[in-house]
């Protein structure tokens, strides 16, 4: 039976086509899909930019300097978080840009890059890391999997989970980071959102979505963390979009996203670490 669907608001892309696209709610897990769906030769023309800061590793500008120096907090406190589960073994990250998390953790692990993107793929060649770009070259089992902003892009969401579920072992780690749309910034923003990014993401997830969807895959819940710096720079984007560059509200609605998350718990971003649970 197909899951059956509610649309919710039409969305520019703001950052490159200025198309418009669709969202629509998927009622079985309550996540957010873009309409109309894409095929990859489509999808993949939407990220080729050189502003993509997913894809820079340079601080060519003011706000790029900060993306990149608090990215490389990051990488320390998301490698502190998930190496309290396992300190050791096979680690792929899906979604690994040009590697920059990968080259960061120790050298010990034996690392895999997933990346598609061919411009990503040529630095990570460089950084000498092992990679895959399609779900069929990567046949062995990984400790770790991590997917930091890069759920939301992949085009079936449960292709991906079958590929998951082939490289798993019981108690492999899954570190999840996505966005979500019922924290304070997405509705102060609403079609203003940058975490929004259609049509790049693919899907939408709130807190309760993940949770579902990773429960009917077998995964059980064992750690959830903020991501307090994405509610600044979502703002400082959603800010570029309205057409205002307001960086004093930005920093204003990015506190007040954190601290009404305080009490509600629903922060701009979570990473969510789950363990694989034996059937």
Not at 192 to 216: I, M, N, T
Request: proline content about 3%; overall charge positive.
């Amino acid at each position: 039976m197909v899951p059956r669907e509610t649309k919710i608001m039409k969305i520019k892309d703001h950052f490159l086509s200025k198309e418009s696209f669709e969202l629509v709610k998927n009622t079985e897990f309550g996540f957010y899909e873009t309409r109309p769906k894409l095929a990859y030769d489509q999808l993949k023309t939407y990220y080729d930019n050189v502003n993509y800061l997913s894809h820079q590793e340079k601080s060519n500008n003011l706000k790029s300097f900060v993306y990149n120096l608090v990215k490389k907090f990051m990488f320390h406190q998301k490698y502190k978080w998930i190496k309290k589960y396992v300190d050791q073994g096979s680690w792929l990250d899906f979604g690994a840009g040009t590697g920059e998390f990968l080259e960061y953790i120790p050298k010990y692990w034996n690392k895999i890059a997933f990346e598609p993107n061919e411009k990503a793929l040529e630095l990570i060649k460089a950084k000498k890391i092992d990679y895959v770009s399609d779900y069929q070259y990567f046949n062995g089992k990984a400790d770790v999997i991590s997917a930091f902003h890069a759920l939301e892009h992949v085009i079936d969401i449960h292709k991906w989970f079958d590929f998951i579920n082939k490289i798993s072992h019981q108690d492999t780690i899954l570190a999840i980071a996505v966005p979500n749309y019922q924290a304070f910034d997405a509705k102060y923003y609403k079609e203003y959102w940058a975490a929004y990014d259609l049509p790049r993401h693919q899907y939408h997830f709130s807190k309760e979505g993940v949770c579902k969807l990773f429960r009917k895959y077998n995964y059980q819940l064992i750690d959830e963390k903020p991501l307090l710096f994405d509610a600044y720079y979502i703002s400082m984007i959603s800010e570029k979009y309205k057409g205002n560059n307001d960086l004093l509200n930005a920093i204003r609605t990015g506190f007040l996203s954190n601290n009404k998350a305080k009490r509600t718990g629903e922060y701009s971003s979570n990473l969510f670490i789950f363990r694989k649970l034996q059937k």
